[in-house]
T-cell receptor, first 120, second 112 residues
Framework: DVKVTQSSRYLVKRTGEKVFLECVQD?????MFWYRQDPGLGLRLIYF???????EKGDIPEGYSVSREKKERFSLILESASTNQTSMYLC???????????????????FGPGTRLTVL | QKEVEQNSGPLSVPEGAIASLNCTYS??????FFWYRQYSGKSPELIMS????GDKEDGRFTAQLNKASQYVSLLIRDSQPSDSATYLC????????????FGSGTRLLVRP
């Protein structure tokens, strides 16, 4: 089974702090994603990465940065946390594209348990 | 217009009934869809993937993809209270981004 883990289930930080959220997957997936989920707004993509040291902005990258130094680990960084970044943060990883794994499945994203971050 | 649209619900059905969840999409090029189930306070869990037009059955779940009408549905037979959750449909991008375009989700309530 695919396993995606996140460093914390609950986190409380103060405004202005630098916050690190870590995500690790154990299935050798190339693609990794960070989302936030807020009531009424659904899942919104913050950043994604399709290879080590590669990153792409999602729909709401402002106020965030990411790091992918190893294939299995994708970190989300809040440089200076603000109260409007209070949210549920979800990490996901996905299968490689067709032709590289012998499977017809692709782009199926598997999520970690999430980190509920509160910024006071 | 949102790329993937779902009725937010809640959809309320009695235990044992068939629950029908629907999703419409705007991209005529979409080839496949995923259904995720999300319990309150938990992360989304992939429950069905459909890669071609027509029906796909897996236990009590049936996913239906109708490309001509641009909708995808999830039927849950013999609904159980444990099926009460929010169901998200997702459209995988065919480009190199490997992104999923998620609907906002439909909340399902199964009454005992």
């Amino acid at each position: 089974d695919v396993k995606v883990t996140q460093s914390s289930r609950y986190l409380v930080k103060r405004t202005g702090e630098k916050v690190f959220l870590e995500c690790v997957q154990d299935m050798d997936h190339e693609n990794m994603f960070w989302y936030r989920q807020d009531p009424g707004l659904g899942l919104r993509l913050i950043y994604f990465s399709y290879d080590v040291k590669m990153k792409e902005k999602g729909d709401i990258p402002e106020g965030y940065s990411v790091s992918r130094e190893k294939k299995e680990r994708f970190s989300l960084i809040l440089e200076s946390a603000s109260t409007n970044q209070t949210s549920m943060y979800l990490c996901a990883s996905s299968l490689p594209p067709p032709g590289t794994s012998g499977t017809s499945s692709y782009n199926e994203q598997f999520f970690g348990p999430g980190t509920r971050l509160t910024v006071l | 217009q949102k790329e993937v649209e779902q009725n937010s619900g809640p959809l309320s059905v009695p235990e044992g009934a068939i629950a029908s969840l629907n999703c419409t999409y705007s991209d005529r090029g979409s080839q496949s869809f995923f259904w995720y189930r999300q319990y309150s306070g938990k992360s989304p869990e992939l429950i069905m993937s459909i890669y071609s037009n027509g029906d796909k059955e897996d236990g009590r779940f049936t996913a239906q993809l109708n490309k001509a009408s641009q909708y995808v549905s999830l039927l849950i037979r013999d609904s159980q209270p444990s099926d009460s959750a929010t169901y998200l449909c997702a459209d995988p991008r065919m480009d190199s981004s490997y992104k999923l375009i998620f609907g906002s989700g439909t909340r399902l309530l199964v009454r005992p």
